[in-house]
């Protein structure tokens, strides 16, 4: 693993069921006056031929921790796609 991409992981724990998954952040889009994160899960071994892409946003709990949130609003998630898409054009080839 390069010093490069280690700089880009971001570690999760899912609150229900306490498990931990390794995130690749690849970008991170304004919209709207938020900041949304594109992440995809990350892989070890050789790159996937296709992977999952997740658009979270940085949230405020009731202790006032921030935790990332994954966006269910898909009009936003659109959006936030696209625009990573415009971003990332050349280097990621996407499959609608």
């Not at 050789?46 to 946003?57: G, H, I, K, T």
């Not at 935790?67 to 280097?91: C, H, M, P, R």
Request: charged share 45%; proline share 0%; net charge negative.
């Amino acid at each position: 693993m390069s010093e490069e991409t280690n700089d880009r992981l971001i570690e999760l724990t899912d609150e229900e069921t306490g498990e931990t998954v390794v995130f690749e952040h690849l970008d991170t889009v304004e919209l709207e006056g938020r900041e949304y994160f594109v992440l995809t899960e990350y892989e070890e071994e050789e790159e996937a031929e296709e992977s999952d892409v997740y658009v979270m946003q940085l949230v405020e709990d009731d202790d006032g921790e921030e935790t990332l949130e994954i966006v269910e609003d898909e009009g936003i998630v659109s959006a936030v796609f696209d625009e990573f898409k415009k971003n990332f054009g050349d280097d990621f080839e996407f499959v609608e």
